[in-house]
């Protein structure tokens, strides 16, 4: 069977749907040419395309979601078999695209081995 998916992103806090896609029939294994892998246009800008892939390349240095959003992933999946059930799965994600320190926040130790005797650092 192939199913088909249907998803949605929605902002929690304003209910705007952020992304939308109907995926058609696709095989539901990696042996085949096509799997369902989700975009990322809805938070990162596309940079490029992978030539050899094909695939979206992100800019992943620039999130299109501001800091501390939740959103809302819902995915509508279609058996092809007309006599299937319609199963829906939400998830929620937290958008955190920053690093919770930047370098003058922490210290590094680093540690070596000495080989003959106690660790130093």
């Not at 006599?83 to 937290?94: A, M, T």
Request: glycine share 6%; aromatic share 18%.
């Amino acid at each position: 069977m192939l199913p088909n998916i249907h998803y949605t992103v929605t902002d929690n806090d304003t209910g705007e749907v952020l992304y939308e896609e109907d995926t058609g029939f696709i095989t539901k294994t990696y042996d085949q040419v096509t799997y369902f892998a989700p975009t990322l246009e809805w938070l990162y800008p596309i940079w490029g395309v992978d030539q050899a892939t094909g695939n979206y390349i992100y800019d992943t240095k620039t999130c299109l979601l501001e800091e501390n959003t939740w959103v809302t992933m819902r995915l509508e999946i279609t058996p092809e078999d007309p006599d299937g059930q319609v199963v829906v799965k939400e998830f929620p994600l937290y958008i955190d695209c920053t690093g919770p320190f930047n370098k003058d926040d922490y210290q590094l130790e680093y540690l070596f081995s000495n080989y003959w005797g106690e660790w130093q650092g």
